[in-house]
């Protein structure tokens, strides 16, 4: 990539630490496959069960360029300004109650599509 024709990828697996599950790849992270990657100037942004300020930390660790939220913004609005404001920060464990998401914003299309996701909302 060095045209410089692209600012960015994201990469959005299901979990970003799981190890792929080719043989030849084994006994690494997926995150770590992707950094390792030679990218010139485009930056990587990486998501996948990022419910935590230490997995916050632990992608930019791996390489990572920028962090994307998915599950732990549902659950609070203000993930990114939580974990900025405090290191040991967490996202509140699921299941979840409907309240809970409404409180965080959720429409309720969209809380009854979160109450399709397997032990995700109670109930």
Not at 23 to 35: R, S
Not at 52 to 73: I, T, Y
């Amino acid at each position: 990539m060095t045209g410089g024709q692209l600012d960015y990828l994201d990469m959005s697996l299901w979990d970003c630490f799981k190890e792929p599950q080719d043989p030849d790849y084994a006994g690494q992270p997926l995150i770590k496959l992707f950094t390792a990657l030679p990218r010139g100037n485009t930056r990587l942004g990486v998501a996948g069960k990022i419910m935590d300020a230490a997995k916050v930390q632990a992608c930019l660790d791996a390489g990572a360029d920028f962090v994307l939220v998915g599950r732990g913004a549902i659950l609070h609005h203000d993930f990114a300004r939580r974990v900025i404001a405090d290191l040991a920060f967490a996202a509140t464990p699921t299941p979840v109650t409907r309240a809970h998401l409404r409180a965080e914003g959720l429409g309720e299309a969209f809380v009854d599509y979160m109450a399709s996701w397997k032990g995700f909302v109670e109930g």
